[in-house]
């Protein structure tokens, strides 16, 4: 009897040590100031490298980047603005210093939902701080959202959010578009501060599941009864369907503007680079971190970036920060006496380079 007993007990300890192993922890849903602290010290560019990306016709504004990396060269789409709406563009580069432009991926169209605005950012760049930032296909596609709509203008009319794909991923090739958005401020779960317009999104995948789903996007929007922006999230099973998560922005000021997510996995932390506008003078690069995606702990340190320089003497924003080698390069949209370009930061100075 003793000896069945002990059996008996040893296996019920067994099942409860291994149910214990598959209990998830319950992480803080705060970061303390002092781990804040860590993450600018180790974020921060102090240094502006100028200009790498702009239109020969000056009058054509370059916007939006996003980086990545395939078969040891970088790549950025970005997205050019001539008065009639968004195109995606495609650039190349070999050391991050020196982009050359591929050519259009993103076109206008004739009668479609998107037919004068195309701004697209890939998607499932890889997330991991100092990582390979290469693009993870999905069901053989890679995959990128954008910024879709029929007003012609400057962000005119009610924006949507539209998906494409392709089979390539560095060439300057058409991507396939659907017929129909996957988001917008029409939709029937839309929420307060999404049913008026849809602005940038950034789809990555959420490896942990902490929202219960394997691909998360952020996006910026703003709603009919208040005319400000703030970084809201959707999640997905399969990329092509996506439902609102929450019931409100996971960052906001209540005014102005917070806008352009990019998700960056730095240790246990997630790192979120955006910007702010109008909230107070100027648009600049700002932080947040969390530890599940969902609950935001916003930096309340000096500005990443900040107007300083001729070149982003009126906006310095719309960020997107890779560590590489050792430097941290911070792309950023900048708007001043060489008109919108695409302006860099690094945390080493390397102007001073050989």
Known sequence: MKKITLLITLTIGTLYLSGCKQEKTTLPKVVSQQEMEKVYNEIKTPYKYGVVVQ???????????????????????YIVFDGQGYETWLSESKDLLHWKSKGKILSFTENTWDANQKAGYVSLVDIDWGGD??????????????????????????????????????????WNTNNSPIMSPEDSDSRWFDNKTIYKSLVIRDTEKHTGHPFVMYYNAKGKEDDYESIAMAVSDDMQTWERFGEQPVITKGKGICGDAQIAKYNDLYI??????????????????????????????????????????????????????????????????????????TSKDLKKEP
């Open 55 to 77: 239109h020969p016709d000056t009058t054509k504004m370059v916007d939006s980047p996003t980086i990545f990396r395939k078969n040891d060269l970088w790549y950025m789409t």
């Open 272 to 345: 979120m680079f955006y910007f702010g506008a109008f909230w107070k003078p100027g648009a600049f690069e700002r932080f947040a971190c969390s530890y599940d995606l969902i609950n935001w702990t916003d930096w309340n340190g000096e500005d990443l970036i900040a107007p300083s320089e001729g070149f982003d003497k009126t906006y310095a924003h719309k960020p997107w920060v890779i560590k590489w080698n050792g430097v941290v390069y911070h792309f950023y949209n900048a708007v001043g006496d060489q008109g919108r370009v695409i302006a860099l930061a």
């Open 133 to 174: 930032y290469a693009v993870e296909s999905y069901e053989d596609n890679y995959w990128m959202t954008y910024l879709g709509g029929n007003t012609a203008g400057y962000e005119a009319g009610t924006l949507k959010i539209g998906l494409a794909s392709s089979l390539t991923l560095t060439e300057a090739e058409a």
